[in-house]
């Protein structure tokens, strides 16, 4: 069964820019939840998606959103671009059942200059 | 708030020396809690899981970790490490509400 595949891989952005990154979760798996990594920040939780319903969203600003679609494939989309959103972002999926035991992407590598 | 505490940022340990790892959660309730490791160019994964029951659990690679309610810790612990454990270990817990709380990791390094 293939894993969590994410596109891009790697992302180079000015300030001001927009961005959007693509997830794709393990067949059958309907939960997706990104996070973003940073050196000594551990993972800080973005957004979770059910069935293309937003069930919970962490601390960012709303320059960060995110949308599911039908086929469980979600985006997240950073506008305004700023130095500080330089990280790794994360996608992981779940299987409801799984008591949000969570299979991870490889993630994206956004920097911003 | 909802946190996890992860007690050392780096550690550096010869090859056959024990580990332990803290991890201290902040929340009351019934916490589902797991620890994950990430190797170096690789993807984060999953190295063992606790929801109830017996609160030592086992994990992949010779890994335990111990549920102390009281304490709110759940330590990893691995008798022996090898050169190829090193990686980044994050601890997390989920409480429902669709959202998990990592720590903010800790790099182990073994030396060979």
């Known amino acids: 069964k293939a894993g969590v595949t994410q596109t891009p891989r790697y992302l180079i952005k000015t300030r001001g820019q927009q961005v959007t990154l693509s997830c794709s979760p393990i067949?059958?798996?309907?939960?997706v939840s990104w996070y973003q990594q940073t050196p000594g920040q551990g993972l800080q939780f973005l957004f979770e998606?059910?069935?293309?319903?937003?069930?919970n969203k962490g601390n960012f600003p709303g320059r960060f959103s995110g949308r599911q679609f039908s086929n469980s494939r979600s985006e997240m989309n950073v506008s305004t671009l700023e130095l500080g959103d330089s990280a790794l972002y994360l996608c992981?999926?779940?299987?409801?059942?799984?008591?949000?035991?969570?299979?991870f992407g490889p993630g994206t590598r956004l920097t911003v200059t | 708030a909802q946190s996890v505490s992860q007690h050392n940022h780096h550690v550096i340990l010869s090859e056959a020396a024990s580990l332990e790892l803290g991890c201290n959660y902040s929340?009351?309730?019934?916490?589902?809690l797991f620890w994950y490791v990430q190797y170096p160019g690789q993807h984060l994964q999953l190295l063992l899981k606790?929801?109830?029951?017996?609160?030592l659990v086992k994990g992949i690679k010779g890994f335990e970790a111990e549920f102390i309610k009281s304490k709110f810790s759940f330590n990893l612990r691995k008798p022996s490490v090898q050169w190829s454990d090193t990686a980044e270990y994050f601890c997390?817990?989920?409480?429902?509400?669709?959202?998990?709380?990592f720590g903010a990791g800790t790099r182990l390094f073994v030396k060979a």
């Open positions: 929340y009351g309730g019934t916490v589902n």
């Open positions: 997390a817990f989920y409480t429902g509400g669709f959202k998990t709380i």
């Open positions: 067949s059958g798996h309907r939960s």
């Open positions: 998606y059910f069935s293309e319903t937003q069930r």
């Open positions: 992981a999926s779940s299987l409801e059942a799984q008591e949000h035991e969570q299979y």
């Open positions: 606790y929801f109830s029951g017996d609160p």
